[in-house]
């Protein structure tokens, strides 16, 4: 698929989930008065697609638009959930992200109508994410909970097939054999600790972190673990940036410095993965459309780079993933694109 494809699909995802207003507002007490404030928050969109590859197959799309909240309580349900995880009893304030997200799985011949009995299937994921956690110089802590639905109200295929239309590329032809409607529901946990550090503020250097978590939901079931190293300029408290989920994510939060004040640096880690579940793969969880036989261990490479300036923040990841399932023809690789800004 051509790059005006992806540009076009891009632009459709987007469209139909910018239109909720992820927004919030924080009481204080002031002179024993009651107001209402906003709060700054950073607004962050990240694209992960298969066009940085050149492919147009298996995890093909990605898109997620999240609001970070900065120094507020998270809502008392999602902190309740926290505080029976390690590493979040000690923080009186915990900053919360809600996220909009989409994804879209096909196999690896989009034009076949007959659906491969050895490859994955059309799968489309529409969701709504949770998360709260920590951070910190040493480490950090998050906590996340996310509902979604599989199946065609999550509008894979019209998507899809309208963004090929408008410039006239080859049409995929085998929605008719999509995962089926299903609810889906995640908890997941992550944690984050520095175990080497050689930065300073304003001056090169490096450290190595290692990372490790677990999800569990009808959607993904896996357990994570892995590390990664950073080397730049005026190295931020941060882990990475930000990706989709299966991977363990980033850091979304980052501190807004003055408009003068710049990072960056470069980071290259590796990720191992056990899967016990994975709809997208596996099919539906009862009854609906059957997958294929998948891999139970998983490993992923990433390398990129991380710019930040004042209140705007770039990143880039390119990742390498190995086979996820019996009989797939070739390890997947994908880019992962983020910006972020405070407003």
Same mark, same amino acid.
């Given at each position: 698929?051509?790059?005006?494809?992806?540009?076009?699909?891009?632009?459709?995802?987007?469209?139909?989930?910018?239109?909720?207003?992820?927004?919030?507002?924080?009481?204080? +007490?002031?002179?024993?008065?009651?107001?209402? +404030?906003?709060? &700054?928050?950073?607004?962050? *969109?990240?694209?992960?697609?298969?066009?940085?590859?050149?492919?147009?197959? #298996?995890?093909?799309?990605?898109?997620?638009?999240?609001?970070?909240? +900065?120094?507020?309580?998270?809502?008392?349900?999602?902190?309740?959930?926290?505080?029976?995880?390690?590493? #979040?009893?000690?923080?009186?304030?915990?900053?919360? %992200?809600?996220?909009?997200?989409?994804?879209?799985?096909?196999?690896?011949?989009? +034009?076949?109508?007959? #659906?491969?009995?050895?490859?994955?299937?059309?799968?489309?994921?529409?969701?709504?994410? #949770?998360?709260?956690?920590?951070?910190?110089?040493?480490?950090?802590?998050?906590?996340? *909970?996310?509902?979604?639905?599989?199946?065609?109200?999550?509008?894979?295929?019209? *998507?899809?097939?309208?963004?090929? @239309?408008?410039?006239?590329?080859?049409? &995929?032809?085998?929605?008719?054999?999509?995962?089926?409607?299903?609810?889906?529901?995640?908890?997941?946990?992550?944690?984050? %600790?520095?175990?080497?550090?050689?930065?300073?503020? @304003?001056?090169?250097?490096?450290?190595?972190?290692?990372?490790?978590?677990?999800?569990?939901?009808?959607?993904?079931?896996?357990?994570?673990?892995?590390?990664?190293?950073?080397?730049?300029?005026?190295?931020?408290?941060?882990?990475? &940036?930000?990706?989709?989920?299966?991977?363990?994510?980033?850091?979304?939060?980052?501190?807004? @410095?003055?408009?003068?004040?710049?990072?960056?640096?470069?980071?290259?880690?590796?990720?191992?993965?056990?899967?016990?579940?994975?709809?997208?793969?596996?099919?539906?969880?009862?009854?609906?459309?059957?997958?294929?036989?998948?891999?139970?261990?998983?490993?992923?490479?990433?390398?990129?780079?991380?710019?930040?300036?004042?209140?705007?923040?770039?990143?880039?990841?390119?990742?390498?993933?190995?086979?996820?399932?019996?009989?797939?023809?070739?390890?997947?690789?994908?880019?992962?694109?983020?910006?972020?800004?405070?407003?």
């Amino acid at each position: 698929m051509s790059l005006s494809t992806r540009s076009c699909k891009t632009g459709l995802i987007l469209a139909c989930f910018l239109a909720p207003v992820l927004a919030a507002q924080a009481g204080n +007490e002031t002179d024993g008065t009651q107001r209402e +404030e906003r709060l &700054p928050a950073i607004w962050m *969109v990240e694209y992960e697609n298969d066009l940085f590859a050149g492919k147009d197959r #298996f995890y093909t799309s990605g898109i997620r638009l999240s609001r970070i909240a +900065e120094a507020r309580e998270a809502p008392s349900w999602l902190e309740s959930v926290a505080m029976r995880f390690p590493g #979040f009893a000690e923080h009186d304030v915990l900053p919360y %992200r809600l996220s909009i997200g989409h994804n879209i799985y096909t196999p690896a011949d989009i +034009e076949n109508p007959a #659906f491969p009995p050895d490859d994955r299937p059309y799968a489309a994921w529409l969701y709504t994410q #949770f998360s709260t956690g920590t951070l910190h110089p040493q480490g950090a802590d998050r906590v996340r *909970v996310g509902v979604g639905i599989v199946g065609p109200a999550a509008l894979g295929r019209q *998507v899809q097939k309208y963004a090929h @239309e408008l410039i006239d590329s080859p049409t &995929p032809v085998g929605w008719d054999s999509q995962l089926r409607n299903e609810p889906t529901l995640q908890l997941g946990y992550d944690r984050m %600790r520095r175990f080497l550090d050689r930065a300073k503020p @304003e001056q090169f250097g490096f450290d190595l972190s290692w990372l490790a978590g677990i999800t569990a939901g009808n959607a993904h079931s896996h357990a994570t673990l892995g590390g990664f190293m950073r080397l730049g300029y005026n190295l931020p408290d941060d882990y990475g &940036p930000p990706r989709i989920s299966p991977a363990a994510s980033g850091s979304s939060y980052f501190r807004a @410095e003055g408009t003068q004040d710049s990072s960056f640096y470069f980071f290259l880690g590796a990720e191992g993965r056990q899967v016990f579940r994975d709809m997208f793969l596996q099919g539906n969880t009862f009854g609906g459309v059957d997958g294929v036989r998948i891999e139970r261990q998983i490993g992923e490479y990433f390398a990129g780079a991380v710019y930040t300036r004042g209140i705007f923040r770039l990143a880039y990841s390119h990742v390498w993933r190995t086979r996820e399932f019996i009989g797939q023809i070739e390890d997947q690789s994908y880019g992962a694109l983020s910006f972020s800004i405070w407003w």
